[in-house]
């Protein structure tokens, strides 16, 4: 039996958080604990401990122990006209929450996506061209917000991306640099900075990210 863990560590502005999480393989599902940083600083507990049932690519089942709190997961694709569809299907039992989700892909460099809260105006919908497998434009239009996101990214080395946002409604301008490596783990820093202030003081924040196989 193979058991993967993963950690991750955040640090945002003056906090640090942690989130770690172990995972096996029991047939074709997938068996996950997830804990947090509150699970085991002020002593063994059930704060911030998740579990989770899942198979790859049909569903997966999430239980929040300290909030009795149930969260499920749908997916499936379908083809129209020879494309595929990926569908999901979320709920959130607590807040009585339900998201849609949808993606096609035209081609290898063209994608259409949407997401959809049920009962709501919570609306968006997205664009995404691929150029090379270098860099990716990806436009999105909030229907609530009646406004417009942006998003650049550009693969610098093999395993570098640098990405710059902008969100139109409240201003905010933001730049992350990720990488993703099998060797070293990966990591992600952000900065980000509300042109709406009048003081424009960026906000950084980090995190890093080990992945291990027992």
Not at 82 to 91: A, C
Request: one cysteine or more; proline letters at 3%; glycine letters at 8%.
């Amino acid at each position: 039996m193979v058991m993967k863990a993963s950690f991750k560590g955040k640090y945002d502005g003056d906090k640090t958080s942690g989130v770690g999480s172990v995972a096996f393989n029991a047939g074709d599902v997938k068996l996950r604990a997830t804990m947090t940083d509150a699970t085991v600083v002020a002593g063994p507990s059930l704060n911030g401990l998740s579990l989770a049932v899942e198979k790859p690519g049909f569903f997966i089942v999430e239980y929040n122990v300290p909030k009795k709190d149930v969260r499920f997961q749908f997916m499936n694709t379908v083809r129209i006209a020879e494309k595929p569809l990926n569908l999901t299907y979320i709920h959130n039992r607590g807040d009585n929450r339900t998201i849609l989700e949808g993606s096609l892909a035209i081609d290898s460099a063209n994608k259409f996506s949407a997401n959809y809260m049920v009962g709501t105006n919570n609306c968006k919908l997205k664009y995404t061209y691929a150029h090379g497998g270098i860099a990716t434009f990806e436009p999105s239009y909030d229907l609530a917000k009646n406004a417009w996101d942006f998003a650049v990214s550009r693969k610098i080395y093999d395993d570098d991306v640098v990405k710059a946002t902008y969100q139109t409604s409240s201003k905010m301008l933001g730049l992350e640099w990720t990488r993703n490596s099998k060797m070293n783990g990966s990591f992600k820093v952000c900065a980000s900075m509300n042109l709406a202030e009048e003081v424009k003081s960026p906000k950084l924040s980090a995190e890093t990210t080990w992945n291990l196989e027992i």
